[in-house]
T-cell receptor, first 117, second 110 residues
């Protein structure tokens, strides 16, 4: 149980395009989803927290107009990297939790490797 | 959330028990200890978590000291597929966020 699917797993696109990444909880309802970014040989950095039906909460230093997050249903959150540039190239990972109770673990997708040419 | 300290790397022979330590000396009474691992180029995988009692599941055991200032994750019979970066994270009461440190890179040696 507790499977999180992330799509696409890898994307390569030209500078200036926008890229959408989907995160789905397959067998549970995720009241809260999280988006992380990871640079090579570095740890995960939380970008934002999204709750179903409300605006995402961004971490300090993360541009909300650059990284658009939508959490329209209890099983789907999307991250759109707008007008992507080479410095946006990274490994993006989502996670989801039921959020019920304070000891519910986050379950992670397998990540999306984004390369901007 | 309390900060954690882990050794940067460890080796373990295949088939032996892998014992990964974590120090969280500033942990407060209502903070849980979580363990995740990340295999290369994949998302983190949840392993186990606990508050103050020792915990065991199909993947691992978590031993938390009585004063809760440190813990040990035990993989009882390590296999090559257990090679990964292991993260020990303390999560505060009412806080859904996870703050990842640098973790321990565990290498299982044939």
């Amino acid at each position: 149980g507790a499977v999180v699917s992330q799509h696409p797993s890898r994307v390569i696109c030209k500078s200036g395009t926008s890229v959408k990444i989907e995160c789905r909880s397959l067998d549970f309802q995720a009241t809260t989803m999280f988006w992380y970014r990871q640079f090579p040989k570095k740890s995960l950095m939380l970008m934002a927290t999204s709750n179903e039906g409300s605006k995402a909460t961004y971490e300090q230093g993360v541009e909300k107009d650059k990284f658009l997050i939508n959490h329209a249903s209890l099983t789907l959150s999307t991250l759109t990297v707008t007008s992507a540039h080479p410095e946006d190239s990274s490994f993006y990972i989502c996670s989801a939790t039921t959020g019920t109770g304070d000891n519910q673990p986050q379950h992670f997708g397998d990540g999306t490797r984004l390369s901007i040419l | 959330d309390a900060k954690t300290t882990q050794p940067p790397s460890m080796d373990c022979a295949e088939g032996r028990a892998a014992n990964l330590p974590c120090n969280h000396s500033t942990i407060s009474g209502n903070e849980y200890v979580y363990w995740y691992r990340q295999i290369h180029s994949q998302g983190p995988q949840y392993i186990i978590h606990g508050l103050k009692n020792n915990e065991t599941n199909e993947m691992a055991s978590l031993i938390i000291t009585e004063d809760r200032k440190s813990s040990t994750l035990i993989l009882p019979h390590a296999t090559l597929r257990d090679t990964a970066v292991y993260y020990c994270i303390v999560r505060g009461f009412g806080n859904e966020k996870l703050t990842f440190g640098t973790g321990t890179r565990l290498t299982i040696i044939p």
